[in-house]
């Protein structure tokens, strides 16, 4: 997207997110939780991000709902706005993780190009995908929030499993499955893998 302001300049910390990483005494990244409505995305987020304090790392949910009250309040659902809807959490999320904390964003985010720019954006290693399989029968049967029913009515247009696509992701480094595993399955799943890949270190 190219800049429209002129004469501005980046300028760069004096404190190095290496530094940020010692004085934390763990890695940054974002965890990008991708999913249909209804998949349990927020509530993975959430139970991850409490599984993370009680280690005592750093970290903050950027939830999609969150997000569209204020930052993104200006957003609808096309396919335009929600590019611009992930491209703005995005940067915002490599803003978290320059400070030196983990951002944990859960959208729907359904097309692959939208996920794939976020991405280009971080370092390697820096941005995690982590898909919350869930089909859209369970999701329908689950609705919390009554929107597969208003969708399937017509009431909702452009809604993601109904009247809008959603992308699975083809090389998300976390699959969690939401039908057949627990939160508490789940959450130890990522937390697993954030030890094994070193962003964090067993609890001594």
């Known amino acids: 997207m190219k800049v429209k302001s002129e004469n501005i300049v980046w300028h760069h910390n004096h404190v190095s997110r290496e530094e940020r990483h010692e004085l934390n005494q763990h890695r940054s990244c974002v965890l990008w939780f991708t999913g249909l409505s209804g998949a349990g995305k927020s509530t993975l987020s959430t139970a991850v991000e409490r599984e993370l304090y009680n280690r005592g790392i750093r970290s903050y949910v950027l939830d999609g709902d969150n997000i569209r009250h204020g930052l993104n309040n200006n957003l609808g659902f096309s396919p335009e706005d929600r590019k611009e809807n992930i491209r703005r959490i995005g940067e915002v ?112």
């Open 93 to 204: 999320s490599k803003l978290f993780v320059d400070a030196g904390l983990f951002a944990l964003s859960a959208f729907i985010s359904p097309y692959r190009e939208d996920r794939d720019m976020v991405r280009s954006r971080f370092a390697d290693g820096e941005f995690i995908e982590v898909y919350v399989r869930c089909s859209v029968d369970e999701c329908a049967r689950r609705d919390p929030k009554g929107l597969y029913e208003k969708a399937m009515r017509g009431e909702i247009k452009q809604f993601t499993g109904v009247s809008a696509p959603y992308e699975e992701p083809l090389t998300a480094e976390i699959i969690v499955n939401s039908e057949s595993q627990s939160i508490d399955e789940s959450v130890a799943q990522i937390i697993n893998y954030l030890k094994d890949q070193g962003y964090i270190q067993d609890e001594e």
